[in-house]
């Protein structure tokens, strides 16, 4: 039987309530490292012992295995669903691969399970997710996910009827479930000029900015510094194509650093293999498009490396989730953001795992501005490139002391007086908003240093990415 921590118990107790409130298809939402295997394992255990019949349905191999070896670790017999193994249905409980499911329905009745766990339940809404939903309208549905949301931001809504959510990641590192992550944020690259990031052209032109020497030699330099001499320095890279991950991982053997690239497209036993030895720390370095970025679980691994830069929320936070997992002896994560998914320059794009943030069942609505941001102020150090408080002189990771920004003082009619920093502040807020065109935005900009990118940015915040003409 699995021994749930308290906050996994009180989720089980939930997810119950809201099957007893007459909620049919419940979403639980935890972050990466908080025990969702562990918890729907549970609830896989205590529903299959009161006589029902449950599937666990996951969308790749290495969550077959992972959920496989969670029930078999608690003496839970069962089946399993998936290429390459022989179809039991004797079993209560079953670990189906959603796309062999999908190819098998006409060999399982409509009725056959009471219910269906969705690992990874933000792809709940695909097609073939659908398909094998749509074929079992009778039974319950559990979805769990880190990240209630579609990749292009779009929400749940559609598959599941109330949304329980669990402790968020900043009280989970603050009790020791997870470990904190430094982020390291070097001199970046110019995306821009790629509209839509997360499609085969964005891709295609993301490729070929991030294959430059320059890109691939910054990687191995910033590991060296940052990742390589803390624990056991292995990391994960992120890479945009498996073309881009198999020319990372050349470059750093090149330099001496034992590394691999996983390919989807290897047998179970290589990339289990290749899992192993870098959680072993045989391989430093693994790089992956895609293979990685959701449900592998390697506690040990240090650091993360980005090298896709991508405009999904979900996406970003899958990644960063792999290096949180606390491991005995693992003093803390680090992320080297090579592409802004973080911070572009010192604003905040996605932000941190510990940030704020508010999810919803419909999702992010289109074409509103966005809410401001609940992160904490940051900024980037230029000389070590770390991502630390804006409030921090010195440098909290490399002791440089930094430049206090200059502030004129500002005369305001009426009362003479100096602008506080709070007013200053909305002052600065108020410029920018009176801003009616890219002209007066690119002068604001200059005036106060800001980056190139970042005029881009806030016009594509306002939905005119492209604008010449007064935006508002």
């Known amino acids: 039987m699995v021994s749930l921590r308290p906050f996994q118990a009180t989720g089980v107790t939930e997810i119950r309530g809201a099957y007893m409130?007459?909620?049919?298809?419940?979403?639980?939402?935890?972050?990466?490292?908080?025990?969702?295997?562990?918890?729907?394992?549970?609830?896989?255990?205590?529903?299959?012992?009161?006589?029902?019949?449950?599937?666990?349905?996951?969308?790749?191999?290495?969550?077959?295995?992972?959920?496989?070896?969670?029930?078999?670790?608690?003496?839970?017999?069962?089946?399993?669903?998936?290429?390459?193994?022989?179809?039991?249905?004797?079993?209560?409980?079953q670990v189906a691969s959603v796309q062999t499911m999908a190819r098998r329905l006409h060999t399982i009745p409509a009725e056959f399970f009471q219910l269906l766990i969705v690992d990874e339940a933000h792809h709940a809404v695909a097609g073939t997710w659908s398909k094998v939903l749509a074929a079992m309208p009778q039974a319950r549905v559990l979805g769990v996910t880190a990240t209630p949301e579609r990749l292009d931001g779009r929400g749940l809504g559609d598959q599941f009827d109330v949304m329980i959510e669990g402790p968020d990641a900043a009280w989970l590192t603050d009790e020791g479930f997870l470990v904190p992550a430094k982020v390291y944020r070097p001199s970046g690259f110019d995306f821009t000029s790629i509209r839509k990031l997360d499609t085969r052209k964005g891709h295609e032109a993301s490729e070929a900015i991030?294959?430059?020497g320059q890109a691939m030699g910054d990687a191995v330099t910033h590991y060296s510094r940052t990742i390589q001499n803390v624990y056991n320095g292995t990391a994960i890279a992120f890479c945009v194509s498996v073309a881009h991950a198999d020319a990372v991982a050349e470059a750093f053997r090149n330099q001496?650093?034992?590394?691999?690239?996983?390919?989807?497209?290897?047998?179970?036993?290589?990339?289990?293999?290749?899992?192993?030895?870098?959680?072993?720390?045989?391989?430093?370095?693994?790089?992956?498009?895609?293979?990685?970025?959701?449900?592998?679980?390697?506690?040990?691994?240090?650091?993360?490396?980005?090298?896709?830069?991508?405009?999904?929320?979900?996406?970003?936070?899958?990644?960063?989730?792999?290096?949180?997992?606390?491991?005995?002896?693992?003093?803390?994560a680090v992320w080297n953001d090579h592409v802004g998914n973080t911070y572009n320059g010192d604003l905040v794009k996605h932000g941190l795992p510990t940030d704020p943030r508010e999810w919803s069942l419909e999702g992010r609505p289109k074409g509103k501005a966005k809410k401001p941001s609940q992160a904490i102020p940051i900024r980037i150090c230029r000389v070590c490139f770390a991502a630390i408080p804006s409030a921090a002189n010195p440098c909290p990771e490399c002791g440089?002391?930094?430049?206090?920004a200059r502030r004129e003082l500002k005369v305001i009619e009426g009362d003479l007086r100096e602008l506080t920093g709070a007013e200053l502040r909305r002052q600065e807020r108020r410029e920018v908003t009176q801003a009616r065109t890219r002209e007066e935005l690119e002068a604001i900009a200059r005036e106060r240093g800001y980056k190139p990118g970042w005029v881009a940015h806030m016009l594509a915040a306002r939905g005119q990415p492209h604008a010449h003409r007064p935006v508002g």
């Open 400 to 404: 440089h002391v930094l430049e206090q």
């Open 210 to 212: 991030l294959r430059q």
């Open 21 to 93: 409130a007459g909620h049919r298809r419940v979403l639980y939402v935890l972050p990466t490292g908080g025990g969702k295997t562990y918890t729907f394992v549970h609830i896989a255990e205590q529903a299959a012992s009161r006589g029902n019949r449950v599937c666990i349905l996951v969308h790749r191999q290495e969550l077959v295995d992972q959920s496989s070896r969670s029930l078999h670790a608690i003496g839970c017999q069962h089946g399993v669903i998936a290429a390459g193994y022989r179809q039991d249905l004797r079993h209560t409980v």
């Open 256 to 332: 001496g650093i034992p590394a691999a690239m996983l390919d989807g497209t290897m047998d179970r036993g290589q990339r289990r293999g290749l899992i192993n030895d870098l959680g072993a720390g045989v391989l430093k370095v693994l790089t992956s498009c895609d293979i990685v970025s959701e449900g592998t679980d390697i506690p040990s691994v240090t650091g993360g490396i980005g090298l896709r830069p991508t405009d999904s929320l979900s996406l970003h936070l899958q990644q960063m989730g792999r290096i949180l997992r606390p491991c005995e002896g693992k003093p803390f």
